[in-house]
């Protein structure tokens, strides 16, 4: 076997599907802060080598992301400042879930608190985890359709602006760096493939909880 061939085939999962030789097990756990949104946990896990480390991560409720997307191949998206980066970010429209409640009902609620926007038909398109070295995060992607315009219901202390653009300003601003949000980076690529026509929603991913296509 060449070199070339051995570095290719040690990127790929083992033949047998088990990941227990990279697997860690915890030791122990313990709360560091526990606040109203997050959890910092602190734990002792025994890494494959039998060996013992720390982790330090962040317990998150999870969250979806939606892509209002119009007829006429625009989309409605939000400025808002988030204060960790000091900076006011162009976005899609996103939300945690409460306790109990289903991505899709937490997508419905968000859109019609931020943007006052309901939406006819809700496309599951993606679950995407952007922080896996320190968060239990994990966002639910979806592309809500048929659009019917209404009136806000932001929470109190929520600052947020909405605006409409055409799909091809948001590819470009993500490929000038003014998107750097990064569910809203991997939004816009799964927007422009289904634009293009060039994936379906649905046919790619299966949802880890029950979707219908019509809101409600």
């Known amino acids: 076997m060449t070199d070339k061939t051995h570095a290719a085939s040690a990127t790929q999962p083992a033949a047998s599907g088990s990941d227990?030789?990279?697997?860690?097990?915890?030791?122990?756990?313990?709360t560091i802060h526990r606040g109203k949104f997050l959890t910092l946990k602190q734990d002792i896990v025994r890494l494959p080598d039998g060996k013992q480390t720390g982790r330090e991560?962040?317990?998150?409720p999870g969250a979806v992301m939606m892509i209002p997307l119009?007829?006429?191949?625009?989309?409605?998206?939000?400025?808002?400042?988030r204060y960790p980066v000091g900076e006011v970010m162009l976005e899609f429209p996103a939300g945690k879930l409460d306790p109990e409640e289903g991505a899709q009902r937490c997508g419905e609620r968000?859109?019609?608190?931020?943007?006052?926007?309901?939406?006819?038909r809700?496309?599951?398109l993606a679950r995407i985890h952007p922080v896996i070295s320190y968060s239990t995060e994990f966002i639910d992607l979806f592309l809500a359709r048929d659009l019917t315009a209404g009136e806000s219901k932001l929470d109190d202390g929520e600052f947020l602006?909405?605006?409409?653009?055409p799909v091809g300003q948001v590819i470009?601003?993500?490929r000038q760096g003014r998107i750097s949000d990064v569910k809203t980076i991997i939004g816009a690529f799964w927007l422009e493939k289904v634009v293009s026509g060039a994936w379906q929603p649905g046919e790619l991913a299966e949802p880890p909880f029950p979707v219908s296509r019509n809101g409600g």
């Open 161 to 165: 602006e909405t605006f409409i653009t």
């Open 70 to 81: 119009f007829d006429d191949g625009t989309v409605l998206m939000e400025r808002q400042f």
């Open 110 to 120: 968000e859109l019609l608190e931020e943007t006052g926007y309901t939406a006819r």
């Open 172 to 174: 470009d601003w993500v």
């Open 122 to 124: 809700w496309d599951y």
């Open 57 to 60: 991560y962040v317990l998150h």
């Open 20 to 30: 227990d030789h990279l697997r860690e097990t915890c030791v122990a756990s313990a």
